[in-house]
């Protein structure tokens, strides 16, 4: 197996985007990524960049897969999306007990899938689990190999779903020959990530597909005791951070040629486009120093040996709520300066704008994210955040 080099893989991306683009045009009809994309990005190694060296992946540190997510969104947000999902989740090759990190990871062109909120239930037999469940927003859903879905275990005397709780859920995992695939999604933005629903019906999952975010990784070496959670919020973020990079440029394309109907002198020469661009500019730029920097700090902590903090943990969830909404607040900015020309579809402004505010929507993005934060800091008693779901209590 060979190990993927992550500097070769960042760089040789910045020279694919052009034909990402290309490429990207139809996807909006298709709903899904073409097979040439997904192709591309499993031949550049994408989907695994986080997994562990014994299974071939390059266990790259997180600034690198953030770089990675942020430039494959920056071709197209649809893309960016992909790459993350299923960059992210080669994560769970170093957290998965052995023997199912190597029957799901060990092949070096798997892709998985799923959502992590426990819609399915598990009732535990001999060996695993019996599953049923409906998941929705399965992203990758055309290309995975493997979908996961967060189950409620079942108490094992009638079946009813346990109470929440502390070992109450676990994140099963099925081949894709078992899953159902439900086309559900037509939505305006990110049309292209398949991200239907999916579904399994009593399907048995030996004890080795599942596992939990706050469980031990099985692999305990600095990327894996990281937090699980936070760092997929980061990644998120990354996506919208890439979109409006695109923007940005998209705007300046056309500024440079675009001219109102009352004056001849291009909108770039106008004070109040270069204002708004100017702010768009800092925007994204505050909103990826921000995420950046929390990262960073929470690795370093890491990789010294140190277990993170709740405190750490929440930062990530944090700070990439706020990322993702700077990126939006640039883009839309951006699409109202544009005036008229932004409206039609031929228009990359339309399609960064539609992509940018489906991905905000996320779960871990969401603003009550600050009043988990506040409440926190004014009684420190009260129950957590969700950042609570992967914090570790013992390394």
């Known amino acids: 197996m060979t190990t993927i080099q992550t500097i070769d893989v960042l760089e040789e991306l910045r020279l694919l985007t052009p034909r990402l683009r290309a490429e990207a045009v139809d996807l909006d009809a298709a709903r899904a990524l073409p097979s040439t994309i997904i192709d591309e990005l499993r031949d550049h190694g994408v989907f695994r960049l986080l997994a562990p060296r014994e299974l071939g992946g390059a266990e790259t540190e997180p600034l690198t897969f953030l770089q990675v997510v942020e430039e494959t969104a920056y071709a197209d947000g649809s893309v960016g999306w992909c790459t993350m999902i299923g960059g992210c989740y080669s994560t769970f090759a170093g957290l998965l007990p052995p023997e199912g990190a190597r029957e799901i990871f060990g092949h070096e062109r798997t892709i998985s899938a799923g959502a992590f909120r426990p819609s399915g239930v598990a009732r535990p037999v001999d060996g695993g689990f019996q599953v049923s469940g409906r998941w929705r927003l399965g992203s990758g859903s055309s290309h995975a190999d493997w979908f996961l879905g967060g189950c409620v275990i079942a108490d094992d005397a009638d079946g009813a779903p346990s109470p929440a709780g502390p070992g109450a859920a676990r994140l099963m995992f099925f081949p894709a020959s078992a899953v159902e695939v439900i086309d559900t999604w037509d939505a305006t933005g990110l049309r292209g990530t398949a991200s239907h629903d999916y579904s399994v ?6 004890a080795h597909h599942a596992m939990w975010f706050s469980d031990r990784p099985a692999v305990e070496r600095a990327l894996y005791r990281m937090p699980v959670v936070g760092l997929f919020a980061a990644y998120v973020a990354a996506v919208p951070l890439g979109i409006g990079r695109h923007a940005l440029e998209a705007f300046r394309a056309l500024a440079a040629d675009k001219t109102s109907g009352t004056s001849l002198a291009p909108l770039a020469s106008k004070p109040l486009a270069q204002a708004h661009l100017g702010r768009a500019e800092t925007v994204i730029a505050a909103g990826r120093t921000m995420l950046v920097h929390a990262v960073e700090l929470v690795w370093e902590k890491v990789r010294s040996g140190q277990r993170p903090t709740l405190a750490d943990h929440r930062s ?15 883009t839309e900015s951006l699409y109202a300066t544009a005036g008229s020309s932004s409206v039609y579809a031929s228009c990359p402004l339309d399609r960064c704008l539609r992509d940018v505010r489906t991905a905000v929507q996320h779960v871990v993005l969401q603003e009550a994210n600050y009043e988990h934060l506040g409440r926190e800091l004014l009684t420190p008693a009260d129950v957590p955040g969700p950042w609570i779901m992967d914090y570790r209590t013992a390394s």
């Open 201 to 206: 019906g009593d399907l048995f999952v030996p």
């Open 316 to 330: 990530l969830w944090v700070v990439a709520s706020y990322a993702a909404p700077a990126a939006l607040e640039a």
